[in-house]
Every structure is written in structure tokens, then in C-alpha cells.
């Protein structure tokens, strides 16, 4: 489980004085925090799950991106390093991202199992594939392929 992996990431952060990974996953467990406070509105008491984790650390991947283009811009190249290096470790947590041929295989079977059609029964597809590769498909990638496959 994610929160684990966090928590023993933290504890070794510590004793190796690593002041960088020591930020960084504590800001990752104050993410999940804030999601498993959200969660409780809706009736979700012992937490979110790990799919939900990992948008949340897809998000603070994306927001880092985001950031160093704006640093860079701005002449702080100090500060496009720092996030750099806290995607890094944001990213050891992630699963490895599916490879093309791997996600037009999924894909294949989502169909399959789906018995989908046409263009119609996209959404089917698309959900399916995202209950069962929720993380590790880059589903901006996926839509094309379904598109064109059920065409």
C-alpha cells in the first residue's frame, strides 16, 4: 500500500539527513490527508484508496511541470531545480506508465470485453480501462486509440 511505502520513505529520509525527500513526502502525506478529510463527506471513513493517491501524485507531478516552465521563464533556475528534484521523488512512488503497444493491447481487450461497437459505446470502454488501469494508463493516449479502433 502507498501509504506505507510513504511512511518507510519518510523514516529513511530522516536518518539519512535527506532534507529534500523529507519535504517532499511529507508534503505527499499531507495531500492524502487532506483527500481522506474530503473523503469523509462522502462516506469514506478509513481513507482514500490508492488509485485516488496516485491522481493526487499525478497532480503534484503535473503542478511541478507547470512550475519549472514558469521559473524558467522568470530567470530562478534555482527554483526550476527544486522542483525538478521533487518530481523525482514524487515519481518513485508512482507505478512505471504502460508502454504503446501494451496500451493498444489493453485496449483490444477492453473491447472485447465490453462487446462494444461503435463510437457510441466509447464511454463503456473508457471506463473499463480505467477500472483496470487506473495509474499506470496515460489515458490522453487511450481516447485516440479507442476512437479509431471502434470507428
Do not use: C
Given at each position: ?31 492524502v490527508k487532506d483527500r481522506d478529510i ?86 463503456k470502454v473508457m471506463a473499463e480501462l ?22
Open positions: 500500500m502507498l501509504r506505507e511505502r510513504f511512511n518507510e520513505a519518510l523514516k529513511a529520509a530522516m536518518r539519512e539527513r535527506n532534507a529534500l525527500t523529507v519535504s517532499t513526502v511529507r508534503m505527499i502525506l499531507a495531500g474530503a473523503a469523509r463527506s462522502r462516506g469514506v471513513t478509513d481513507g482514500v484508496d490508492d488509485g485516488e493517491i496516485l491522481n493526487l501524485l499525478r497532480n503534484m507531478v503535473k503542478q511541478r511541470q507547470d512550475s519549472i516552465g514558469l521559473y524558467r521563464e522568470g530567470g530562478r533556475p534555482e527554483l526550476a531545480d527544486k522542483e525538478a528534484a521533487e518530481i523525482a521523488v514524487i515519481e518513485g512512488f508512482m507505478p512505471k506508465p504502460m508502454a504503446d503497444d501494451e496500451v493498444a493491447a489493453a485496449v483490444a481487450a477492453a473491447i472485447a470485453a465490453t462487446g462494444a461497437a461503435s463510437v457510441k459505446d466509447m464511454g480505467r477500472s483496470r488501469h487506473a495509474g499506470v494508463m496515460d489515458f490522453a493516449k487511450a481516447g485516440p486509440l479507442v476512437k479509431q479502433a471502434l470507428a
